[in-house]
């Protein structure tokens, strides 16, 4: 807490908290962690259990919903979610006007931002019904606009949704069939892709939810606070870490290269850091990065790659560091990005594509936070304040005289 009445034309005491490392945002129901245990719990439910027995349909459900479904309310979701995979013809040409080489993640930012401007219906944020129905076509269509940005990227045409699929198959089906070419997905792959889609569903006031929150409490429309999140977590030490630590492991390349970069991740003077380390909050093993571990070699297995070298690396990476005194006492633990680049390289899917996945999976996460925020009554406009530490007041000197 720091007393502001001794610096210039400010008054009072408030808290100076740069990174909000101790400061809550707001009050939830919808995730716990335990950062010092490793423990990441949805409505009270581990994800380990979610990601075992579970599917991302019914994660969904029990982020927006607070409960788990009953079959029928699993149906009736599924139905809903079916039925809103579309996304606007006109949309088609939205995409064009990007440059073939654009970022995927640029793509979406600017498509789920322009969703407001197709579906008016359900802008309206003081209306329920329309909440909910922003909600379903958000958690629908972002796997069918993510294919888009993929298949725009790959020069192929958009293929489009095939709502006799689950979730994950539609998805993995719009992104790798082609005309012309009988495609099927591997029931274990859609498996694995399912609860990529789990692990990465919500994860409390993460810097794209906080995003998200900030965004919606000026009353902008959802599609508009998702577009922001979608903006939020394309950096390098959010979402994008996935990526970066398929870079990494790639730059590094063989197991006895690894010495070199766990130095050089030390070096104070190097700017380098270890991609998949480390957490603001887990200071402990990362839960979700068990699983992924896990999903990693099952995909390996099922695709029939064995001793895959960037495996070898990751997983001889994690041997030194996780036995190395700088790294055991910062308690830095691998994260979920560092199993998932690995695994999303052998779904198919190109480095530029990872933060995507990432976006369509927590789309849920960040849609059922806005919700939470919007129906809370003691909820105002988020306005965090500052430490002025500039000049005091001074008169205006004339170009000629400075
Ligand atoms: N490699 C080497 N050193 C590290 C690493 C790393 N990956 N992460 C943190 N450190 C060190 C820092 O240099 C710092 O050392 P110091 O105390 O001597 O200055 C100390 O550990 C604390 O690091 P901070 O940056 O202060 O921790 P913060 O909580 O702000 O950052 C973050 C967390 C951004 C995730 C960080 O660990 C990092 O950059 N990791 C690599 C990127 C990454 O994997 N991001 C994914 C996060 S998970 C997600 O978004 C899904």
């Given at each position: 807490?720091v007393?502001?009445s001794?610096?210039?034309?400010?008054?009072g005491?408030f808290?100076?908290?740069?990174?909000f490392t101790s400061?809550a945002s707001?009050?939830?129901?919808i995730?716990f962690i335990?950062?010092?245990?490793?423990?990441?719990?949805h409505?009270?439910y581990p994800?380990?259990?979610?990601?075992?027995?579970?599917?991302?349909i019914?994660?969904?459900?029990?982020l927006?919903?607070?409960e788990?479904?009953?079959?029928?309310?699993?149906?009736?979701?599924?139905?809903?979610?079916?039925?809103?995979?579309?996304?606007?013809?006109?949309?088609?040409?939205?995409?064009?006007?990007?440059?073939?080489?654009?970022h995927?993640?640029?793509i979406?930012?600017?498509?789920?931002?322009?969703l407001?401007?197709?579906?008016?219906?359900s802008?309206?944020?003081?209306?329920?019904?329309?909440r909910?129905i922003?909600?379903?076509?958000?958690?629908?269509?972002?796997?069918?606009?993510?294919a888009?940005?993929?298949?725009y990227?790959?020069g192929?045409?958009?293929?489009?949704?095939?709502?006799?699929?689950?979730?994950?198959?539609?998805?993995?089906?719009?992104?790798?069939?082609?005309p012309?070419?009988d495609?099927?997905?591997?029931?274990?792959?859609?498996?694995?892709?399912?609860?990529?889609?789990?692990?990465h569903?919500?994860h409390?006031?993460?810097?794209?939810?906080s995003?998200v929150?900030?965004?919606?409490?000026?009353?902008?429309n959802?599609?508009?606070?998702?577009a922001?999140?979608?903006a939020?977590?394309?950096?390098?030490?959010h979402?994008?870490?996935?990526?970066?630590a398929l870079?990494?492991?790639m730059?590094?390349?063989s197991?006895d290269?690894?010495?070199?970069y766990?130095?050089?991740?030390?070096?104070?003077?190097?700017?380098?850091r270890?991609m998949g380390?480390?957490?603001?909050?887990?200071k402990?093993?990362?839960?979700?990065?068990?699983?992924?571990q896990?999903?990693?070699h099952?995909?390996?297995?099922?695709?029939?790659?064995?001793?895959?070298?960037?495996?070898n690396?990751?997983?001889e990476?994690?041997?030194?560091?996780l036995?190395?005194?700088?790294?055991?006492?910062?308690?830095?633990y691998p994260?979920?990005?560092f199993?998932?680049g690995i695994?999303?390289?052998?779904?198919?899917?190109p480095?530029?594509?990872?933060?995507?996945?990432f976006a369509l999976?927590?789309?849920?996460g960040?849609?059922?936070?806005?919700?939470?925020m919007?129906?809370d009554?003691?909820q105002?406009?988020?306005r965090?304040?500052?430490?002025?530490?500039?000049?005091p007041?001074?008169?205006?000197?004339?170009?000629?005289?400075r």
């Amino acid at each position: 807490v720091v007393d502001i009445s001794k610096l210039y034309g400010q008054s009072g005491r408030f808290t100076y908290d740069p990174g909000f490392t101790s400061t809550a945002s707001c009050e939830s129901k919808i995730t716990f962690i335990d950062g010092e245990a490793g423990v990441l719990l949805h409505r009270g439910y581990p994800i380990d259990q979610l990601a075992e027995k579970g599917d991302f349909i019914e994660t969904c459900y029990l982020l927006l919903e607070g409960e788990l479904p009953t079959e029928s309310q699993y149906q009736e979701f599924e139905r809903a979610i079916t039925y809103h995979t579309m996304v606007h013809e006109q949309l088609n040409y939205l995409y064009r006007g990007f440059r073939r080489d654009a970022h995927p993640m640029a793509i979406m930012t600017g498509v789920v931002g322009a969703l407001s401007a197709f579906y008016h219906d359900s802008t309206d944020i003081n209306d329920p019904e329309q909440r909910m129905i922003a909600s379903r076509r958000l958690i629908a269509k972002m796997p069918t606009i993510a294919a888009m940005a993929y298949k725009y990227s790959m020069g192929q045409p958009f293929v489009y949704p095939r709502n006799e699929l689950s979730y994950a198959e539609n998805f993995l089906h719009m992104c790798f069939a082609v005309p012309a070419e009988d495609y099927k997905v591997d029931p274990v792959l859609a498996r694995a892709m399912d609860r990529i889609f789990i692990l990465h569903a919500d994860h409390e006031q993460n810097a794209s939810t906080s995003t998200v929150r900030l965004a919606g409490s000026s009353g902008a429309n959802p599609f508009a606070c998702i577009a922001a999140g979608i903006a939020c977590l394309w950096g390098p030490s959010h979402g994008g870490a996935n990526e970066a630590a398929l870079n990494m492991l790639m730059e590094i390349g063989s197991v006895d290269r690894i010495p070199e970069y766990v130095q050089k991740a030390k070096d104070k003077n190097d700017p380098f850091r270890l991609m998949g380390f480390g957490h603001r909050v887990y200071k402990n093993y990362d839960p979700r990065a068990k699983v992924m571990q896990q999903t990693c070699h099952e995909v390996l297995n099922t695709l029939g790659i064995k001793d895959d070298p960037l495996l070898n690396v990751a997983m001889e990476l994690e041997k030194i560091a996780l036995e190395d005194e700088y790294f055991v006492e910062k308690k830095l633990y691998p994260n979920i990005d560092f199993y998932s680049g690995i695994t999303l390289r052998a779904l198919g899917f190109p480095t530029t594509m990872f933060t995507v996945l990432f976006a369509l999976a927590r789309t849920v996460g960040w849609i059922a936070q806005w919700k939470e925020m919007i129906e809370d009554p003691s909820q105002r406009i988020g306005r965090p304040r500052q430490l002025y530490t500039g000049y005091p007041e001074r008169p205006y000197v004339g170009r000629g005289e400075r």
